[in-house]
Nanobody, 118 residues
Framework: QVQLVESGGGLVQPGGSLRLSCAASGFTRSSYVMSWYRQIPGKERELVAVITSGGIRTTYADSVKGRFTISKDNAKNTMYLQMNSLKPEDTAVYYC???????????WGQGTQVTVSS
């Protein structure tokens, strides 16, 4: 069974940086598209960044382009989200998602809180 565990969240001042990690286990031989989402209470979950199974192609929400970088280390089964120049509006619970390529089968982590505040 696939399990995703996020870490690295916390409290940071505006303009600061954080790096989130998503450690995956239980992956099969299938290929997975990995993504980061975020959610503010009372709002729908928002797609932040996507990385393809080979790690070659990435996609970002307009709100984070140029500030966030998604990456992965396949040898460690770990995905990262480097967040720079953080803004108060980046405050949210950040979730890791893994979707089996070509299917609707997807898995979620438990989320990690990111708070940007002075």
């Amino acid at each position: 069974q696939v399990q995703l565990v996020e870490s690295g969240g916390g409290l940071v001042q505006p303009g600061g940086s954080l790096r989130l990690s998503c450690a995956a286990s239980g992956f099969t031989r299938s290929s997975y598209v990995m993504s980061w989402y975020r959610q503010i209470p009372g709002k729908e979950r928002e797609l932040v960044a996507v990385i393809t199974s080979g790690g070659i192609r990435t996609t970002y929400a307009d709100s984070v382009k140029g500030r966030f970088t998604i990456s992965k280390d396949n040898a460690k089964n770990t995905m990262y989200l480097q967040m720079n120049s953080l803004k108060p509006e980046d405050t949210a619970v950040y979730y890791c998602n893994a979707r089996v390529v070509g299917t609707d089968v997807a898995y979620w982590g438990q989320g990690t809180q990111v708070t940007v505040s002075s």
